[in-house]
Nanobody, 124 residues
Framework: QVRLVESGGGLVQAGGSLRLSCAAS????????VGWYRQAPGKEREFVAS????????DYADSVKGRFTISRDNAKITVLLIMNNLEPEDTAVYYC?????????????????WGQGTQVTVSS
């Protein structure tokens, strides 16, 4: 069973940066498409960013475009979500998800595996 683990969350002031990392057990993430989602208290889970299995395609929610970057590390073992110019509205639990599909997707049901999440809190 593939298990995903997120790390890198924390507390940061508005305008600051954080780098989230997603790693997998059993299989290396270069074989999978990966997405990041977030869920704020009282809100629905929402798509943040995704990267396709062959790295050809990345996709971002409008709310994070230009501030967040999704990429794989050089060894292609982990997937990073680099978050710059953070805003209080970015406060949420961030989840990574992985899919065997070759294309990147915004649709949560297309992801086969999910992590437990990491808390990101942005203070004003």
């Amino acid at each position: 069973q593939v298990r995903l683990v997120e790390s890198g969350g924390g507390l940061v002031q508005a305008g600051g940066s954080l780098r989230l990392s997603c790693a997998a057990s059993v299989v290396t993430l270069n074989l999978l498409g990966v997405g990041w989602y977030r869920q704020a208290p009282g809100k629905e889970r929402e798509f943040v960013a995704s990267i396709s299995r062959n790295d050809a395609t990345t996709d971002y929610a409008d709310s994070v475009k230009g501030r967040f970057t999704i990429s794989r590390d050089n060894a292609k073992i982990t997937v990073l979500l680099i978050m710059n110019n953070l805003e209080p509205e970015d406060t949420a639990v961030y989840y990574c998800a992985a899919t065997w599909q070759s294309i990147s997707s915004r649709l949560a049901y297309e992801y086969n595996y999910w992590g437990q999440g990491t808390q990101v809190t942005v203070s004003s």
